[in-house]
């Protein structure tokens, strides 16, 4: 191992102490001091209270002991028995990281550097991971576990974590969304235009997390969504830069922020979670709607030459709170190249290569965490077939990671798929390499600085001081504490009604009647997860017990199963259903119809090596029109090795990427036959209302004209249509999208542009817009519509 350098001389740093200290016993019998006292929780960890102060958090069982100092109790984490100035919480986060960096090992750092996987997966792999220094994981399987599962699991890993050499936490981190967060969309969110329901949504969510343990959330996004065919734009918080900008705010002061009970905001505390805002510099200018953690999509383009456009959210947004905590603790690069002929912006690689891009960050004041997306690597060592490597095309894991860490990525976040060298230690090499490329100094000061930023935003969050989870709290903040009502009822606030003939959606003192139709839901197979899949079956789109509180239902027969599987058992077809009778749809008040919006693939066919056209449309599209470009703008150089007479020749070709003269055609076609279906099974008395769940933009003129009442969803779960079906609830969503009149003016917009596309113009002379929805009296114009409906903006305020 590398030795230590002196915390007292690394870097010029000095320690000075004051006050006396003494070090107390281990917890075996309980006791306290002048101004503290301790306790041993039902989970078994010894919880310590500081009149005033910080609450600590131990394991009796870590080697960790209490010191007292000035009558307060501090964690000896490194077991010398002297108060460090990282242990100290009295000290600023700043200073208490310093101290520690200059106390670890270059081995020590590469640990920290490196984002392994999910602990509830392999408990051996967790602690070989401790072993080499590992102390951020991402958490997704583990939180998949029972709430009382979690925490043990959980305290268990800390447990072990502070009983090494200096006692770092581990700081478990958790992607979206999850049950935690309740299946709840960023565009869904942003349909609220509500920046204070966001910010109390995401606080509600880091409560959650943290009385699980979980430290780091992997979001929000703040991509913009320019592009209308992106398959990402769910998670965002839109397309337009204002409203996105306002919404991060809000969404990462709820997560990093504690408050308290009158709402006032006490910056980190213990309900505080850190903030990692992605995918910088903006992944939203998709070429052609092709999603970039595919080597088909990996190009975003700037055809409006608005790239400065999707750093507002970023600049003005993310890393300019105007709250107490100021900025986002970290921030994930996105996996696409940024594509210009003439490099414009930087060379031709994906942004965690793009030494352009980091530069972007640093140079513009940014100074917390950056950390890689997973999936970064793929492949063995001396071999990256990567899914997202893009641009490192030939090179082996060892130059990537290198690249990665030589441009000041502070954490690779990958899972480790078995290297020859395991990926830690190719972080330490990295080290050497540093060396002797620009000297000693710079290696070294490339490594500290990087595990000052790490530990100062984990110190932060107050992991250092309690890491420990309460069971008990947990269960009673995630189980019983009633916040899934709240996100219902945010959902609701979520969805927009874009049509509403003669009040078919309206306030009501009787339940109306309603018919549902049944839906055909298709056998499914095992998961990656294993199980052994779903047969076919026919159902209601809804909860029937939830929906026999808003209305009275409707809806049609089962027959018999109609057809056989390859062992001859009966499975139902799409032909077994029976649809209600014409006398009981001539009692029906209206017929609500679900469906989604249309899925027609991720824009290539691996099996033709063929680019495909992504429709905003159910029906069969034809990428001819004028506005099609019959050359991509990207262009990337295909290498073909071919023998000649002279040797083996190196043939470039470009690679051209347009989708000119191809056809798709949704995947759910069957939703628009449904509509249809239903509109002409119904009675003239009988009016038709479409609820939609959609995860980007579509287009409505296949069914809009026969349709009395059509509702959106953009994310929410479908039973939040029923309190507003049965007029129980007033719609106030707004649309956080345009949606356009139809593909041709799709392939006419630019990827980089905000609200930049003919809208759609309903029967009714209603146009689609941004921020257009009805409520019962009509198109709503409130404070919302008033302080979004300016013109996009373009250039963030905030960097030159």
């Known amino acids: 191992m590398r030795k230590r350098m002196s915390k007292l001389m690394a870097l010029g740093l000095a320690v000075s102490m004051a006050g006396s200290t003494t070090v107390c016993a281990k917890a075996d019998v309980i006791a306290g001091g002048e101004k503290w006292s301790q306790e041993e929780t039902a989970d078994g960890w010894i919880k310590v209270t500081n009149e005033g102060g910080e609450t600590l958090g131990y394991s009796k069982d870590s080697g960790v002991t209490i010191i007292e100092q000035d009558g307060y109790a501090f964690k000896d984490l490194d077991k010398d028995g002297e108060l460090d100035v990282y242990e100290d919480w009295r000290e600023d986060a700043q200073t208490r990281s310093e101290?520690?960096?200059?106390?670890?090992?270059?081995e020590q750092i590469a640990g920290l550097r490196y984002t392994a996987k999910d602990p509830g997966a392999d408990a051996e792999a967790f602690e070989a991971d401790l072993n080499n220094n590992v102390r951020h994981f991402l958490g997704n399987a583990l939180a998949r576990s029972a709430t009382d599962i979690v925490t043990e699991e959980v305290n268990k890993m800390q447990e072990m974590a502070e009983a090494s050499e200096f006692g770092i936490p581990v700081i478990?981190?958790?992607d979206p969304p999850s049950k935690y967060m309740h299946e709840m969309s960023g565009l869904a969110l942003a349909a609220t235009f509500d920046t204070k329901a966001v910010k109390e949504f995401y606080n509600d969510t880091a409560k959650t997390m943290r009385s699980i343990g979980v430290f780091e959330l992997l979001g929000p996004q703040a991509d913009l969504a320019t592009e209308p065919r992106w398959s990402r734009a769910s998670s965002t918080f839109g397309e337009d830069p204002a409203l996105v900008t306002?919404?991060?705010?809000?969404?990462?002061?709820?997560l990093?922020?504690?408050?308290?009970?009158?709402?006032?905001?006490?910056?980190?505390?213990?309900?505080?979670v850190i903030a990692q805002v992605k995918h910088f510099p903006?992944?939203?200018?998709?070429?052609?709607?092709?999603?970039?953690?595919?080597?088909?999509?990996?190009?975003n383009v700037y055809p409006g030459d608005s790239f400065n456009t999707a750093l507002i959210p970023f600049f003005d947004g993310a890393f300019n709170l105007g709250t107490a905590t100021e900025t986002a603790s970290a921030v994930m690069p996105s996996y696409s190249i940024a594509y210009d002929e003439d490099e414009k912006y930087g060379e031709l690689v994906g942004s965690n290569f793009s030494e352009y891009k980091i530069n972007l960050l640093r140079e513009n004041g940014y100074d917390g965490i950056i950390s890689t997306d997973s999936l970064i690597m793929e492949g063995n060592a001396g071999n990256v077939p990567t899914i997202s490597v893009h641009g490192m095309d030939g090179m082996d894991s060892q130059e990537v990671i290198y690249q990665i860490i030589k441009i000041g990525i502070d954490r690779i976040l990958m899972p480790d798929f078995g290297e020859e060298v395991p990926f830690v230690q190719q972080i330490v090499n990295c080290y050497d390499m540093l060396v002797e490329e620009f000297g000693e100094e710079a290696a070294y000061e490339n490594f500290y600085s990087s595990a000052v930023r790490l530990l100062r935003e984990y110190i932060k969050t107050g992991a250092f001081e309690n890491p420990y989870s309460d069971t008990e709290k947990a269960v009673e903040t995630i189980d019983n504490s009633g916040i899934g009502d709240s996100f219902n009822e945010l959902g609701q606030k979520s969805i927009v009604m874009l049509k509403n003939n003669d009040g078919t959606i309206a306030q009501r003192n009787e339940l109306p009647t309603v018919y549902i139709p049944m839906t055909y839901q298709a056998a499914t197979q095992g998961g990656m997860f294993g199980g052994s899949g779903t047969p076919a079956s026919w159902s209601l789109p809804v909860d029937e017990q939830i929906a026999g509180q808003y209305m009275n239902i409707v809806t049609d027969t089962v027959g018999e199963p109609g057809g056989t599987d390859e062992e001859g058992n009966a499975v139902y077809t799409e032909e077994d259903i029976i649809r209600a009778g014409a006398e009981e749809l001539t009692e029906c008040d209206f017929a609500a119809v679900f469906v989604s919006g249309p899925s027609t693939g991720n824009g290539y066919d691996s099996e033709t090596d063929t680019y495909k056209p992504i429709s905003l449309q159910y029906g069969e599209y034809t990428a001819d029109s004028e506005s099609v470009r019959k050359e991509s703008i990207s262009q990337g150089v295909v290498e073909e090795v071919v023998e000649t007479p002279y040797g083996p020749q190196t043939n470039k070709t470009k690679e051209d990427r347009s989708y000119y003269g191809e056809s798709t055609v949704a995947s759910n076609y069957s939703d628009l036959e449904l509509i249809r279906e239903i509109a002409t099974v119904i009675p003239e008395s009988c009016r038709l209302a479409v609820c939609v769940t959609a995860s980007n933009a579509m287009i409505f003129s296949e069914f809009e004209s026969e349709a009395d009442a059509i509702l959106v969803s953009f994310g929410a779960a479908k039973d939040n249509f029923l309190p507003i079906l049965g007029g129980q609830t007033e719609p106030g969503g707004l649309l956080p999208i345009q949606m356009p009149a139809d593909m041709e003016t799709v392939e006419a917009q630019s990827e980089d542009v905000p609200r930049d596309v003919e809208c759609y113009v309903d029967s009714n002379g209603n146009t689609y817009d941004f921020a257009y929805g009805?409520?019962?009296?009509?198109?709503?114009?409130?404070?919302?519509?008033?302080?979004?409906?300016?013109?996009?903006?373009?250039?963030?305020?905030?960097?030159?």
């Open 282 to 299: 903006g992944d939203g200018a998709a070429e052609g709607g092709r999603e970039s953690h595919n080597k088909f999509g990996k190009y």
């Open 774 to 800: 009805l409520n019962w009296n009509g198109i709503i114009d409130d404070e919302r519509v008033q302080t979004y409906s300016a013109e996009p903006l373009t250039t963030p305020e905030t960097i030159s």
């Open 172 to 174: 478990p981190s958790m």
């Open 246 to 254: 306002d919404m991060i705010k809000a969404a990462i002061t709820g």
């Open 99 to 106: 101290d520690l960096a200059a106390q670890l090992s270059i």
């Open 256 to 272: 990093q922020s504690t408050f308290d009970k009158e709402g006032n905001d006490l910056g980190w505390g213990e309900d505080s």
